[in-house]
């Protein structure tokens, strides 16, 4: 997908489409037909969604609150609305967001304005090398324990992008790093009569979705390893059950919903 | 056995923690449709501040407070159908709740009212700055792009 391509606001964008389904503005009639193609097939789509955004705040007060890391560098992180990281952080905490959306990170600095210790630039999350070697990224991180999160973004990602991240990462932190990651959409049944348009559309946008299980995923991830609390399905990490699900939704996307979360050491 | 009197206290009849429980599941049974920063932890303090802030409004009437209460809602992504569910809860509890001594139905009418006034406004105010937010972007992005490839 080029860089014109996302700016063209004639053409749906999978970021666009994503905040439509959460509930979001920053959409246009283009995404919101796409967003309900995908919700007429899907609709558990919303549900998956929501589970997965829930997670952010949550994974903040842990990492900070518990855990005593003092810098977060989230990557396609989207919007920094009012339910993301930095809300779920006490002050003096870096966080760094960073997305491939250029009108995303327009949009999100404009959020930010001077929001003390909170920074917005515009990366590729499958190269996360280049995020983390930037100058001014080195200089807020040095001396820092640091956190890494990759959430919502694993099945858009291929087979080769997942390992070079999973390497990458590995090879820049240290021991007493952690990297928080969504294992988005384990579980789904690929083989669903409505998934072909759906998979479809998102390969006509350019960023086509990868349906893998959690044990491909955690392959992939090597060699980073899951820490002792392993990773959970989305699902049990709120507090809910099944029940949120009909019997066609479990049969479709697999008894977690929504994938799974996990906090992944080395 | 002295015959016993009806008490004069609102919290004997209207039990802030009963209020808070009855908001808090109604919530829970809207849980998906609300915005993004509802989450499943975070609706039962949405339900105990609202039960809060309706004993308060009994007392002070404040009506302009529950506007902005209903505009903080709205920022903060309570879905319509999380907040009708809600109000239509807390007109039940005070429809079940009413006695001669605290017109509670008239209450309740009044502030969700005003909730839902403040919500409506605060949703509104929420999408033109969005929309705002947007097109400042698509130009800056544009711009940028441009001076990039020249």
Redesign the interface.
């Known amino acids: 997908m080029t860089k014109e391509s996302i700016v063209d606001a004639s053409v749906p964008s999978a970021g666009r489409i994503y905040d439509f389904i959460l509930g979001g503005h920053h959409n246009f009639e283009v995404d919101r037909q796409a967003a309900q193609m995908i919700l007429q097939n899907f609709p558990f789509v919303s549900k998956m969604m929501r589970l997965q955004r829930w997670c952010l705040q949550d994974i903040a007060r842990e990492l900070t609150q518990v855990r005593g890391y003092e810098a977060i560098v989230d990557f396609a992180s989207g919007l920094p609305t009012q339910d993301h990281l930095h809300f779920g952080v006490p002050p003096g905490i870096t966080v760094i967001y960073s997305d491939y959306d250029p009108v995303v990170v327009q949009y999100a600095q404009e959020i930010l304005g001077d929001t003390p210790n909170v920074h917005f630039y515009e990366a590729d999350a499958r190269r996360p090398e280049e995020l983390l070697q930037r100058p001014e990224v080195e200089t807020m991180l040095s001396g820092k324990k640091v956190a890494l999160i990759s959430w919502g973004v694993g099945a858009f990602m291929t087979d080769e992008e997942l390992t070079h991240v999973a390497r990458s990462l590995y090879d820049w932190a240290t021991a007493d790093m952690c990297w928080v990651f969504n294992a988005q959409a384990a579980d789904f049944n690929p083989d669903h009569p409505a998934a072909g348009p759906i998979l479809q559309m998102y390969q006509r946008m350019g960023t086509p979705v990868q349906f893998r299980s959690l044990d491909r995923y955690l392959e992939l991830l090597e060699p980073w390893k899951p820490d002792a609390g392993g990773f959970v399905s989305l699902l049990e990490w709120h507090g809910l059950d099944q029940s949120e699900m009909s019997n066609e939704e479990r049969n479709t996307f697999g008894p977690t919903g929504a994938g799974y979360g996990g906090f992944l050491i080395k | 056995m002295p015959a016993s009197t009806p008490s004069n206290s609102l919290a004997d009849h209207l039990a802030e923690p009963v209020l808070a429980e009855a908001l808090q599941h109604s919530l829970r049974s809207t849980l ?1 449709s ?4 509802v ?3 975070q609706v039962n303090k949405v339900g105990a501040d609202i039960a809060s802030a309706f004993l308060v409004f009994f007392e002070n009437q404040d009506v302009t407070a529950v506007q902005a209460d209903g505009s903080r809602l709205a ?3 309570l ?1 319509h159908r999380s907040i009708l569910t809600m109000t239509e809860t807390l007109r039940q509890v005070c429809r079940e709740k009413s006695n001669p001594l605290f017109d509670l139905p008239n209450v309740a009418g009044v502030y969700v009212n005003a909730l839902l006034e403040g919500y409506m406004a605060g949703r509104e105010e ?2 033109l700055q ?2 705002q ?2 097109v ?3 130009i ?3 711009a ?2 441009e001076d990039e490839t020249g």
């Open positions: 998906f609300s915005g993004l920063t989450s499943p932890r920022h903060a992504g879905g929420l999408v969005e929309q937010r947007t400042q972007a698509y800056r992005a544009s940028q792009r």
